[in-house]
């Protein structure tokens, strides 16, 4: 309600401004009416364009993602209509496949989901359906497809597609400085970009509360039909795979900068999987809570049946022999000798603690600034940030050298920070920010970097 009434708002104010442009123009000459008052007039025509291009979002689906029909793979279809029906859902709108070790089911937010029911999409990954059995894949679609037999998922699709209306206001592609002229075609966008901001910032608070409990919830659906254990040991085995697939992907960029392909990834990772078993350290925390908030885990040596993974093997298909790709059998032997050496470089990823920070209500001026400013170190997204209430990001990242940087809706960028961290220490960053009046600029910077442990 409060998206409606914003929106009804922000349309009026466009037609208002619209109006003013036409009266200028019909009496030209009769009043001194400054010249960006026409600008500002002509902004409303492209706040109007913006938010019809924002309701006509329909979110378009990665490349990798490809349609699979029943005919295809009537495996996987037998367990998705065994699944839907015990859950008593609706028959899925399309399935998708994907390279990726990954599964989830989906919609495409659109306008109309605020009043109708959104039609749902599954994907699956390659990389679970060629390593998973029957019981382990039939785990994971119930935990997925129980999000959505879940009834605080039924009253949250709304409030969902509000959210990714508003982050297409939100979203930032190139940061630059805009010009006088330019920020006052724009100062309608940038309103409702705000608005868009503090509709977000809403959104995620009550989401990250809820987000937890309804993965639990999830959890609990799928171990009422597949059993406690069946359960954790899927969650346990995609979490495995997810390591292995993403060390595999790591292992082929080195081959590519050679020309070198792996004619059957999917074999590969069949080979991988029988000798590299991650650590504890090494897995999502998430899904080890998950996992151990179920009970003790127990080994099993139930054998399921493998016909999931039996019709995806056809669909992987192979490269054709050449001179240039590498054999599944010889790139999982190259992989044992790489493994430790990912496995390494992981670690280090995440050895370095850092907070970024800025006190609340440093200064007394300008207390207009209410933005959220968009933090990345390295240049990508780790963080938003609001210059009157203060806050504090933390954030896990590797040793060496860094460089922090924000930038706001407004145009507004900060200079570069440059930092060097070193490995398994904790170091602060106070940010901070000066109004130049005279040359009216505006700078966010990194002020200063400190040792907290």
Same mark, same amino acid.
């Given at each position: 309600?409060?998206?409606?009434?914003?929106?009804s708002?922000?349309?009026?104010?466009?037609?208002?401004?619209?109006?003013?442009g036409?009266?200028?123009?019909?009496?030209?000459?009769?009043?001194?009416?400054?010249?960006?008052m026409?600008?500002?007039?002509?902004?409303?025509?492209?706040l109007?364009?913006e938010?019809?291009?924002?309701f006509?979002?329909k979110s378009?689906?990665p490349?990798?993602?490809k349609?699979?029909?029943?005919?295809?793979?009537?495996?996987?279809?037998?367990?998705?209509?065994?699944?839907?029906?015990?859950?008593?859902?609706?028959?899925?709108? /399309?399935?998708?496949?994907?390279?990726?070790?990954?599964?989830?089911?989906?919609?495409?937010p659109?306008?109309?989901?605020?009043?109708?029911?959104?039609k749902?999409?599954?994907v699956?990954?390659l990389?679970?359906?060629?390593?998973?059995?029957?019981d382990?894949?039939?785990?994971?679609?119930?935990?997925?497809?129980?999000?959505?037999?879940?009834k605080?998922?039924?009253?949250?699709?709304?409030?969902?597609?509000?959210?990714?209306?508003?982050?297409?206001?939100?979203a930032?592609?190139?940061?630059?400085?805009?010009?006088?002229?330019? =920020?006052?075609l724009?100062?309608?966008?940038?309103?409702?970009t705000?608005?868009?901001?503090?509709?977000? /910032?809403?959104?995620?608070?009550?989401?990250?509360?809820?987000?937890?409990? =309804?993965?639990?919830?999830a959890?609990?659906?799928?171990?009422?039909?597949?059993?406690?254990?069946?359960?954790? @040991?899927?969650?346990?085995?995609?979490?495995?795979?997810?390591y292995?697939?993403? =060390?595999?992907q790591?292992?082929?960029q080195?081959?590519?900068?050679?020309?070198?392909?792996? /004619?059957?990834?999917?074999a590969?990772l069949?080979?991988?999987?029988?000798?590299?078993?991650?650590?504890?350290?090494?897995?999502?925390?998430?899904?080890?809570?998950?996992i151990?908030?179920?009970?003790?885990?127990?080994?099993?040596?139930?054998?399921?049946?493998?016909?999931?993974? /039996?019709?995806?093997?056809?669909?992987?298909?192979?490269?054709?022999?050449?001179?240039?790709?590498?054999?599944? #059998?010889?790139? #999982?032997?190259?992989?044992?000798?790489?493994?430790?050496?990912?496995?390494?470089?992981?670690?280090l990823?995440?050895?370095?603690?850092?907070e970024?920070?800025?006190?609340?209500?440093?200064?007394?001026?300008?207390?207009?600034d209410?933005?959220?400013?968009?933090?990345?170190?390295?240049?990508?997204?780790?963080?938003?940030?609001?210059?009157?209430?203060?806050f504090?990001?933390?954030k896990?990242?590797?040793?060496?050298?860094?460089?922090?940087?924000a930038?706001?809706?407004?145009g507004?960028?900060?200079?570069?920070?440059?930092?060097?961290?070193?490995?398994?220490?904790?170091?602060?960053?106070?940010?901070?920010?000066k109004?130049?009046?005279?040359?009216?600029?505006?700078d966010?910077?990194?002020?200063?970097?400190?040792?907290? @442990?």
């Amino acid at each position: 309600m409060i998206y409606i009434i914003g929106c009804s708002f922000f349309v009026l104010l466009a037609l208002g401004s619209l109006w003013l442009g036409y009266y200028i123009l019909c009496n030209y000459g009769k009043h001194d009416i400054p010249t960006h008052m026409g600008i500002l007039s002509a902004g409303g025509i492209l706040l109007l364009w913006e938010m019809a291009k924002s309701f006509r979002l329909k979110s378009s689906l990665p490349h990798s993602y490809k349609p699979i029909t029943r005919e295809e793979f009537p495996a996987l279809f037998s367990i998705i209509d065994e699944v839907t029906a015990n859950l008593n859902l609706a028959p899925m709108s /399309n399935v998708y496949i994907c390279p990726d070790a990954t599964a989830a089911v989906f919609i495409q937010p659109v306008l109309s989901n605020l009043v109708f029911e959104p039609k749902k999409s599954l994907v699956m990954g390659l990389g679970f359906l060629t390593q998973m059995d029957d019981d382990e894949i039939k785990a994971v679609l119930y935990h997925e497809f129980g999000h959505y037999a879940q009834k605080e998922m039924k009253e949250s699709i709304s409030v969902y597609t509000i959210g990714q209306l508003s982050r297409s206001f939100v979203a930032i592609k190139k940061p630059k400085q805009h010009g006088t002229w330019e =920020m006052q075609l724009k100062s309608q966008i940038l309103l409702f970009t705000y608005f868009a901001i503090w509709i977000c /910032n809403r959104i995620n608070k009550a989401y990250s509360k809820l987000a937890k409990q =309804m993965e639990y919830d999830a959890d609990d659906i799928a171990a009422r039909h597949v059993g406690t254990a069946c359960l954790q @040991r899927a969650l346990l085995h995609a979490a495995v795979i997810k390591y292995n697939y993403d =060390m595999m992907q790591w292992g082929m960029q080195q081959l590519q900068a050679q020309n070198i392909a792996v /004619n059957n990834e999917y074999a590969a990772l069949a080979l991988v999987n029988n000798y590299s078993h991650p650590t504890r350290n090494m897995l999502p925390a998430e899904i080890l809570r998950r996992i151990e908030r179920l009970g003790e885990l127990k080994s099993s040596n139930n054998k399921s049946a493998t016909t999931v993974k /039996n019709g995806a093997e056809p669909i992987c298909g192979s490269k054709e022999p050449a001179p240039n790709v590498c054999t599944a #059998a010889r790139f #999982a032997e190259w992989m044992q000798q790489g493994c430790a050496i990912y496995t390494q470089q992981r670690r280090l990823s995440t050895s370095v603690y850092l907070e970024i920070h800025l006190a609340k209500r440093r200064h007394k001026l300008p207390l207009v600034d209410s933005a959220a400013y968009r933090i990345l170190i390295d240049g990508k997204h780790v963080g938003y940030g609001n210059f009157i209430k203060g806050f504090t990001i933390k954030k896990k990242t590797s040793p060496g050298k860094h460089t922090l940087t924000a930038y706001a809706p407004s145009g507004v960028i900060s200079t570069p920070f440059e930092f060097k961290v070193e490995e398994n220490k904790a170091y602060r960053i106070e940010m901070d920010y000066k109004v130049y009046i005279r040359k009216g600029l505006y700078d966010v910077f990194g002020e200063k970097i400190e040792t907290i @442990r």
